[in-house]
């Protein structure tokens, strides 16, 4: 970042402001020293010990998805992009968590894994195991990288703190409380720094509101410097990079909706693992249904700002207009912030933009240190050692991801748009894995060599997209490289795994009880109605649907 740039962002941080971020680190810090006395077994480390109540499983599993790359790279999209943005929540996030809720949940849940990859080791057998977990554990450093990298730059950039200083501190606040209270103490904390967040963004989307004239005055300026384009929801042609209005709708649908979005939400362990920390089936189900409702509204909290820092920030007006200058998308709210608040509410806006990196971080480290040590070491390096010794690996594995995660936010340091290698990154690990999950969870003749194949394959194809469209070869800006992707991948995974199952045996049917939907006792994948689970407003399908008519009506509303 210019040294131009790095002056015109210094916030104004004044003695109130370091005095709440301080006690806000000391907070965090307490909640990990209290989770650590819960911490007796390695399912206690990793799991929680199944104990949590579903409302805080459902605020951590918004806020474990709430860090640095969607306020910094919502925003920096709704800068770019305007209202089409919206689809990255209601098509791209929503219908695939009410599907986890609905239908996945209960066979996570209900066989007792311990992890994502776990599911994959029952149903389809070692090789499969091996590939998803080494591919999740490498991409959950990518993305802890890409957390670390935001969060060690505002630091630098608000502070003037340098980058390296940054970086190491960021991290050895994380590492400190993912290592002492492990998943406990990350999920309180995302809890905590959920109301962190909305504190600190509320006010900014309110005063930016008043300061470009309500509703209707952002309406007015958008339309007279950007086009009225970027106002609509549909056909979102400029976020997709296709000049069709159906070849874009069905990117969005397909590509983000379906593709990206179910493969994120239905098979990422980040965001699973809190709904298994839940302490009934009925409980894991309504977690992500439960963080739907503020997953709905969080747009109007980064997406918004976002749009507001294009038309009322001058400099990100120039950028906008002439495509170059001392600041890039990434920085939107962060010039709305240096231009709109004052002290003591400006601690609080950097508390919360510091909790929301480090509730990314957090996630990645507490899902990445469960896969490795219980699915690449326990499984394939040192097995049948006592508990205990799983409980310290996991500690030290998650010291290994924080150096690991320091290398690779350099990597992240190389996009204007962060949004972008997000993307990009999903595209590659998430997509493949959605097709084989789908087809082995429904298909009970699909094979285990076709579930490693397939996952192979489906990767190769989505990393031929992204270096075709690196090269030139394919015309496709915005994010349409990870859209075509992520769809390239679904297909040739879905293909190679239907052709391969036809010529290899699968297993017997004796062994896909509670794995494969048709060989499931409906008892066993039916949630409890009685006790703490009675009740209407604790009917996964009856919260599921007010949900769905809730997105319908804002799509129709913002369309």
């Avoid at 469960?370 to 010291?399: E, K, S």
Wanted: with cysteine; aromatic share 12%.
């Amino acid at each position: 970042m210019h040294a131009l740039a790095q002056e015109q962002l210094r916030l104004d941080a004044g003695p109130v402001d370091y005095l709440l971020l301080a006690l806000y680190f000391l907070f965090v810090l307490g909640i990990g020293y209290l989770a650590r006395r819960s911490v007796s077994s390695s399912l206690d480390f990793f799991l929680s010990g199944r104990s949590l109540p579903a409302w805080v499983t459902g605020l951590a599993f918004v806020a474990a998805n709430l860090g640095a790359i969607e306020i910094i790279g919502m925003s920096a999209n709704g800068a770019q992009y305007g209202m089409p943005t919206m689809h990255y929540f209601w098509i791209g996030a929503i219908p695939a968590m009410l599907f986890l809720g609905v239908v996945m949940m209960p066979f996570y849940y209900g066989s007792k894994v311990r992890s994502v990859p776990e599911f994959m080791l029952r149903r389809f057998g070692k090789p499969a195991h091996l590939v998803n977990a080494i591919s999740f554990s490498l991409a959950q450093l990518l993305i802890a990288g890409v957390n670390l990298f935001l969060l060690a730059s505002i630091v630098n950039v608000l502070l003037g703190w340098p980058l390296w200083v940054s970086v190491l501190m960021a991290a050895a606040i994380v590492l400190s409380y993912t290592g002492l209270g492990g998943l406990s103490a990350a999920i309180y904390n995302e809890v905590l720094q959920f109301f962190v967040i909305v504190a600190a963004l509320l006010p900014l989307t309110i005063v930016g509101l008043t300061k470009v004239g309500g509703w209707q005055g952002l309406v007015d300026k958008v339309s007279a410097q950007a086009g009225a384009h970027q106002l609509s929801a549909w056909p979102g042609n400029e976020l997709t990079g296709f000049g069709n209005n159906f070849l874009s709708v069905l990117g969005i649908v397909f590509g983000l909706g379906f593709v990206l979005a179910f493969g994120y939400w239905t098979t990422n362990f980040v965001e699973v693992q809190r709904a298994m920390a839940s302490k009934s089936m009925s409980a894991a189900q309504r977690t992500p249904i439960i963080g739907a409702f503020p997953k709905m509204l969080i747009p109007f909290l980064v997406i918004i700002p976002g749009m507001i820092a294009a038309v009322s920030v001058q400099d990100m007006v120039v950028f906008k207009q002439q495509g170059e200058g001392n600041v890039d998308y990434n920085d939107a709210i962060l010039l709305l912030m240096r231009d709109l608040l004052p002290n003591g509410i400006l601690g609080v806006a950097l508390a919360g933009l510091l909790a929301s990196f480090m509730a990314g971080m957090a996630a990645n480290l507490s899902s990445f240190n469960t896969v490795f040590t219980y699915d690449i070491w326990q499984a394939y390096v040192v097995r049948n050692r006592p508990d205990g010794y799983y409980l310290r690996m996991g500690r030290w594995v998650t010291l290994g991801a924080t150096v690991a995660a320091v290398g690779t936010a350099f990597i992240a340091s190389g996009y204007s748009n962060l949004m972008d290698y997000l993307q990009q990154l999903f595209s590659l690990f998430n997509a493949p894995l959605f097709a084989t999950f789908i087809l082995g969870m429904f298909w009970k003749r699909m094979t285990p060599t076709a579930g490693w194949l397939g996952l192979v394959l489906g990767t190769c194809a989505s990393l031929s997209i992204f270096l075709l469209a690196e090269t030139g070869v394919l015309e496709l800006p915005g994010q349409g490289a990870s859209f075509v992707g992520a769809g390239a991948a679904f297909v040739v995974d879905i293909v190679v795994s239907v052709v391969v199952s036809m010529v290899t045996t699968p297993k017997p049917a004796a062994e896909l009880t509670g794995l494969v939907y048709g060989l499931t006792p409906k008892e066993d994948r039916t949630a409890a109605t009685t006790g703490e689970d009675a009740g209407w407003y604790r009917r996964p399908g009856v919260l599921a649907g007010i949900v769905l008519v809730l997105i319908v009506i804002l799509n129709i509303v913002f369309g």
